[in-house]
């Protein structure tokens, strides 16, 4: 059986701790060869997946380096049966032509949940209390503490919004209670007061939130959801975090509500596309604390995700059903109910 993985290019000796990786390739070159399966590893899916169409059986590719299986793509590969999501969140996939061409979408559902809790309430610190201006003059030989000072807030009486109040969400929630903030949170799945947060339905969340915060997938209902028209609702000088999906906010709408001062800054580490293009509006956009796609791939977050790999193309190979938490596209269905949500 022929395995597809992407993986971005390491170097073994200056990155040895990295799994992610075309070197370490999360130990599927001995796991799959111990199996005899063939297992090839690209680094650029544009240009190298294609020629591995016609015949391969996997495909494997994680969010933060994502191989875009698209219809197109699907419709050339007869004997795709698996894409396998190295993470969480497999918006990277067409979902509804795996599922009309029967092909199981399956991800490792949890395996960076605290992983991305933790560095989107890195976020929300480091655009609250000024970091980044700060860390720029410590590094440029800079004192000029008025401009530092001069946005610089306290998180504390601070009402945070959390879109989106899963796994992540919760998580999240629970991180800044000991904060003394006023936590609000909208779910469709979730519509009632949990975990130290209140339910307020989206508009609310939207006017009201001094930081929202997105931890939603991205579907056909959070596409550019946050666009111009949703930017411009926030509370003039609030503060938005994503570390879910780049394609949810508007890129040049958000960037024109920085520059405009009607938002007092963006942070987040998800773009579109990924891996984004060096003219990407958002590298050069002020107020922002963007950083590569990285927040759920700790090193203890990627050791869950080569044990959930692994676990999938055991269970897929030796014809046992795959964990149902980690099922996003199965027999011709939509299972996971987060995709499903109108």
Do not use: C
């Amino acid at each position: 059986m022929k395995i597809v993985a992407l993986f971005p290019e390491s170097d073994a000796i200056k990155n040895e701790n990295q799994l992610l990786s075309t070197k370490k390739a999360l130990g599927l070159q001995s796991f799959l060869a111990n199996r005899g399966h063939e297992l090839i590893i690209i680094s650029d899916a544009e240009t190298q997946l294609d020629s591995h169409l016609e015949d391969m059986s996997v495909v494997i590719s994680s969010p933060f380096y994502p191989a875009y299986i698209t219809k197109e793509r699907i419709e050339k590969a007869p004997n795709l049966k698996l894409a396998i999501t190295a993470g969480v969140g497999s918006d990277h996939v067409d979902l509804d032509a795996a599922r009309e061409n029967n092909i199981s979408v399956v991800e490792v559902t949890g395996s960076n949940i605290v992983s991305v809790a933790e560095h989107a309430v890195m976020d929300i610190l480091i655009l609250l209390r000024n970091f980044l201006e700060g860390h720029r003059q410590a590094v440029e030989g800079e004192w000029d503490l008025p401009k530092v000072g001069n946005h610089a807030h306290d998180l504390e009486g601070k009402t945070v919004g959390i879109f989106g109040f899963g796994r992540i969400g919760q998580l999240v929630s629970q991180r800044l209670q000991p904060f003394n903030v006023k936590i609000q949170h909208f779910d469709p799945l979730n519509q009632k007061d949990l975990k130290g947060s209140q339910y307020v339905p989206f508009e609310e969340l939207v006017k009201t939130s001094d930081v929202i915060t997105i931890h939603a997938p991205l579907t056909k209902q959070t596409d550019n959801l946050f666009d111009r028209d949703l930017l411009s609702k926030m509370k003039t000088g609030s503060y938005l975090v994503n570390t879910a999906r780049g394609k949810i906010v508007d890129t040049n709408a958000l960037k024109e509500l920085i520059e405009n001062g009607h938002l007092a800054g963006y942070a987040g580490d998800v773009w579109y596309p990924q891996p984004a293009p060096k003219n990407h509006p958002w590298r050069t956009m002020p107020k922002q604390g963007m950083t590569v796609h990285y927040s759920g791939m700790t090193l203890e977050a990627q050791r869950r995700i080569e044990e959930g790999v692994k676990d999938i193309l055991t269970r897929f190979f030796e014809n046992r059903p795959f964990q149902t938490k980690d099922v996003i596209v199965e027999g011709g269905k939509i299972a996971s109910s987060s995709y499903r949500v109108k």
